[in-house]
């Protein structure tokens, strides 16, 4: 096999054009021909450059090397040392080898599914680590995975080299909930309140503006008359009132919490083709500690290796008895209440906030009062209602 490179020489003397021209006549070809000064230059493959000195002789021209430039010239310094340079090619040969698999996967957009379960589930349909890297099994997983399950939403499987990232999306209880558009079902009130706006498309609006609707009542009926028969219907409607959330919340002023220490140990390992190997002995027990994970992909000779260094770093946790204020208690009484609208009535219109506090023998209590206003209609199918 022989190795890319370029020699570009001069030559010197009388007979330049008649040596050139035995080169060519021994198919050992030349570029880049100029002359500079009354000298000759040209490049020649590195390979045909000895031949080329020993012909130059007979025609009495000098030849004297410019420059070396290429592979050859490269790897020529290690020539006496062959056990590095085969070692060399084997490791890039493995590394593009490795690389037409898919070593690694990520999970992103699960809450309600463990990382775990979704590998398995890949696994299940014949994506998981080690299979080729093509984008024909990451389709027909995506299929397999969306007419298997009825929580995932949508996902999508990208492909990049040895790793692969899996997006997806879930959905919601409430999304798990509603009915297909061909099944008959009434919309009946999530809470309880009083009706300010109603938007029907498709039902029996069975109570008017102003109304007040007990939750679990039935607001729009998929029983409608077509003519002389009775038929049933799939709900659609928007049903808009106000109602009230009362929710409570209790905090004691002396309470045992726990508190990160200055105790530390740290756990190396090495994961490789989907082995984990520790690095260390640490075999300290996890409980009551936090961690924070980082990793560092390992590279040779610029490729990136189906393998990185797993780096945990723990801190230990302990108890302590902490005693507040009241107005310690009752600022963190009102976080409470912010988060709570926050995570829980997020989709609704606040129109109004009150707030009482009451104290017992521990602590305080806080009972609220929010004033609310959106949707409350949710289709149920009628064989179930």
Not at 347 to 370: M, P, Q
């Amino acid at each position: 096999m022989r190795l890319p490179g370029k020699v570009t020489f001069a030559m010197i003397g009388a007979y330049c054009e008649e040596f050139i021209g035995e080169l060519m006549k021994r198919n050992i070809l030349l570029d880049n021909i100029h002359s500079e000064s009354g000298i000759v230059y040209a490049d020649i493959n590195a390979a045909h450059y000895p031949a080329a000195a020993r012909i130059s002789r007979r025609f009495g021209v000098r030849i004297r090397v410019e420059s070396r430039k290429g592979l050859y010239f490269r790897i020529r310094p290690f020539r006496k040392r062959p056990g590095l340079i085969i070692g060399t090619l084997f490791s890039v040969a493995a590394v593009l080898t490795l690389r037409m698999f898919v070593w690694h996967i990520d999970i992103h957009g699960n809450s309600q599914l463990s990382d775990d379960y979704m590998l398995g589930l890949l696994e299940q349909y014949g994506f998981t680590a080690g299979v080729f890297a093509n984008n024909t099994d990451a389709l027909d997983a995506e299929r397999r995975i969306m007419l298997s399950s009825d929580i995932i939403k949508w996902i999508n499987i990208e492909v990049n080299g040895s790793r692969a990232d899996v997006y997806m999306s879930e959905k919601s209880s409430d999304d798990r909930a509603v009915p297909d558009m061909k099944t008959p079902c009434n919309i009946v009130a999530a809470r309880s309140g009083i009706i300010t706006d109603t938007n029907v498309s498709s039902g029996k609006l069975m109570y008017e503006k102003g109304s007040g609707v007990a939750e679990g009542s039935v607001i729009v009926s998929g029983f409608v008359s077509s003519g002389d028969a009775l038929i049933t219907v799939h709900s659609d409607a928007e049903i808009i009132a106000e109602f009230t959330e009362t929710p409570e919340f209790s905090m004691n002023y002396t309470t045992v919490e726990k508190v990160p220490t200055d105790s530390t140990f740290t756990h190396r390992q090495l994961m490789l083709l989907g082995i984990v190997i520790p690095l260390d002995g640490n075999d300290s027990d996890t409980e009551n500690t936090i961690c924070t994970e980082s990793s560092e992909k390992l590279r040779l000779f610029g490729f990136e290796l189906p393998a990185a260094i797993k780096t945990e770093n723990y801190r230990r946790y302990g108890e302590t008895t902490v005693t507040r204020s009241a107005d310690d208690v009752r600022r963190l009484l009102e976080q409470q209440l912010e988060l709570y609208i926050q995570n829980f009535l997020g989709d609704y219109e606040v129109l109004d906030v009150s707030k009482s506090f009451s104290e017992t023998n521990d602590g305080l209590v806080l009972n609220a009062r929010i004033k609310l206003k959106g949707d409350i209609g949710v289709k149920k199918p009628i064989y179930e209602h």
